[in-house]
């Protein structure tokens, strides 16, 4: 997968790059390549954001200063780059990131996230250049980096070479294989601590029944 994400910060995703499933995925064939918008910005001074017309706080990014950013990066006109891969708009208003729509971007060959700041987007680039506007959740962070390593990061240890057993991301909280349940309770050594005892199924080895178990603690978890 190739995930390209526009940012005024690009330094922010260093951390990111470094995390064993994202090394993983670019050792695999995947790619995340940082677009500054500063970098390509046609006004002085590095400028990318102005203040709102009808007044306000805070400073709104420019739809022209993306156009230019999206424009030298791809080589065509970004009002159809939407049309040959998922351009996302992460505001704390869009579409909610679940587990459906995560597995939906994972089967993309290729996606674009914006990353919003200040007051967010001139809405000219929302209509214009995205194809899908994204929220990690109902409250406001100060910019869409966050949201977008959130989002890269679900997407990336869904593919294939990106976890160190693949069989983790199988059986997981909202997975196919536990019915979209939220996952059942794990338990390590020491099988007692301050009298607080591992439950004695997971102690039995018996395959059918921890499965059984396990599968039962999902279901009532989502109650
Ligand atoms: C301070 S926020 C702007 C909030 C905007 N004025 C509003 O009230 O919806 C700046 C940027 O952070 C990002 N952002 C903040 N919270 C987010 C969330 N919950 N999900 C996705 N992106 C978010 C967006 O890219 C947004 O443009």
């Given at each position: 997968?190739?995930?390209?994400?526009?940012?005024?910060f690009?330094?922010?995703?260093?951390?990111?790059?470094?995390?064993?499933?994202?090394?993983?995925?670019?050792?695999?064939?995947?790619?995340?390549?940082?677009i500054?918008?500063?970098?390509?910005?046609?006004?002085?001074?590095?400028?990318?954001?102005?203040?709102p017309f009808?007044?306000?706080?805070?400073?709104?990014?420019?739809?022209?200063?993306?156009?230019?950013?999206?424009?030298?990066?791809?080589?065509?006109?970004p009002v159809?780059l939407?049309?040959?891969?998922?351009?996302?708009?992460?505001?704390?208003?869009?579409?909610l990131?679940d587990?459906?729509?995560?597995?939906?971007?994972?089967?993309?060959?290729?996606?674009?996230?914006?990353?919003?700041?200040?007051?967010?987007?001139?809405?000219?680039?929302?209509?214009?250049?995205?194809?899908?506007?994204?929220?990690?959740?109902?409250?406001?962070?100060a910019?869409?980096?966050?949201?977008?390593?959130?989002l890269a990061?679900?997407?990336l240890?869904?593919?294939p070479?990106?976890?160190?057993?693949?069989?983790?991301?199988?059986?997981?909280s909202?997975?196919?294989?536990?019915?979209?349940?939220?996952?059942?309770p794990?338990?390590?050594?020491p099988?007692?601590?301050?009298?607080?005892?591992?439950?004695?199924?997971?102690?039995?080895?018996?395959?059918?029944?921890?499965?059984?178990w396990?599968l039962?603690?999902?279901?009532?978890?989502n109650?």
């Amino acid at each position: 997968m190739n995930i390209d994400v526009v940012t005024l910060f690009p330094e922010a995703f260093e951390w990111f790059r470094g995390q064993r499933h994202v090394v993983n995925s670019l050792a695999a064939g995947s790619t995340l390549t940082l677009i500054n918008p500063r970098d390509h910005t046609p006004l002085s001074g590095g400028q990318v954001d102005d203040a709102p017309f009808g007044g306000g706080a805070g400073m709104v990014l420019r739809v022209d200063v993306i156009d230019a950013a999206l424009r030298a990066h791809y080589g065509e006109d970004p009002v159809d780059l939407r049309h040959t891969r998922r351009v996302i708009a992460l505001t704390p208003s869009g579409r909610l990131l679940d587990e459906r729509l995560v597995g939906e971007l994972a089967q993309e060959r290729a996606i674009t996230l914006l990353c919003g700041r200040y007051e967010g987007f001139d809405e000219r680039i929302i209509e214009h250049f995205a194809s899908d506007v994204v929220s990690i959740g109902r409250y406001v962070l100060a910019g869409g980096e966050l949201p977008a390593m959130v989002l890269a990061d679900a997407v990336l240890r869904k593919l294939p070479g990106s976890l160190g057993h693949a069989a983790s991301a199988l059986e997981e909280s909202f997975s196919e294989a536990l019915g979209g349940f939220p996952e059942y309770p794990h338990y390590t050594r020491p099988a007692a601590y301050r009298g607080w005892r591992v439950p004695e199924v997971l102690l039995g080895g018996h395959h059918e029944e921890i499965q059984r178990w396990r599968l039962d603690q999902a279901r009532h978890r989502n109650q």
